[in-house]
């Protein structure tokens, strides 16, 4: 397995904030009032969300270019 590097990192945790911020929204709907789909159906969508949200920030740090720099421009 390749070492985990900075972009692959990032791209990792940017998955799990995606995934957990699915699971409180979900939290929320089921607070108003919404009905519990079960486990499985809630599992799914989080992996999904999580791959979703990984990829998309692996691919889009790379087109962006936006790893080490700061938010002022400089290096």
């Given amino acids: 397995m390749p070492p985990?590097?900075?972009r692959r990192r990032?791209?990792?945790l940017?998955?799990?904030v995606g995934?957990?911020?699915?699971l409180v929204a979900h939290g929320a709907y089921l607070l108003a009032g919404g009905t519990f789909l079960g486990f499985g159906p809630i599992a799914?969508?989080?992996?999904?969300?999580?791959?979703?949200?990984?990829t998309s920030s692996y691919y889009a740090e790379?087109?962006?270019g936006l790893?080490?720099?700061?938010i002022d421009g400089s290096e």
């Fill in 4 to 6: 985990l590097t900075p």
């Fill in 44 to 54: 799914v969508v989080t992996l999904s969300v999580f791959a979703a949200a990984a």
């Fill in 67 to 70: 790893l080490g720099r700061r």
């Fill in 62 to 64: 790379r087109r962006f």
């Fill in 19 to 22: 995934a957990l911020s699915f």
């Fill in 10 to 12: 990032s791209a990792l």
């Fill in 14 to 16: 940017w998955g799990l």
